[in-house]
């Protein structure tokens, strides 16, 4: 599937696919964040280089009556 590609069963779109790199996700969770990264490992050259970051709160947010949220 290419960059962009849309699934007809579900409407889902790639936004971005990597075949040249395996990668496994790092994720920590304390009482404040939720934050991991992703580290790559190129298949030609078994080396691996530090890619996505991401930090979140883990604390709950309230939202008031009728208000919504989206992600």
């Known amino acids: 599937m290419e960059n962009g590609a849309s699934d007809t069963n579900t409407n889902a779109t790639l936004i971005y696919g990597n075949d ?30 530090k890619a996505d970051e991401f930090t979140y709160t883990a604390k709950a947010t309230y939202l008031a009556d009728g208000e919504n949220a989206a992600l």
Do not use: F
């Open 20 to 49: 040249k790199n395996h990668d496994y996700v790092t994720i920590a969770i304390d009482n404040d964040t939720v934050s991991g990264y992703a580290t790559l490992i190129d298949k030609s050259e078994i080396v691996t280089k």
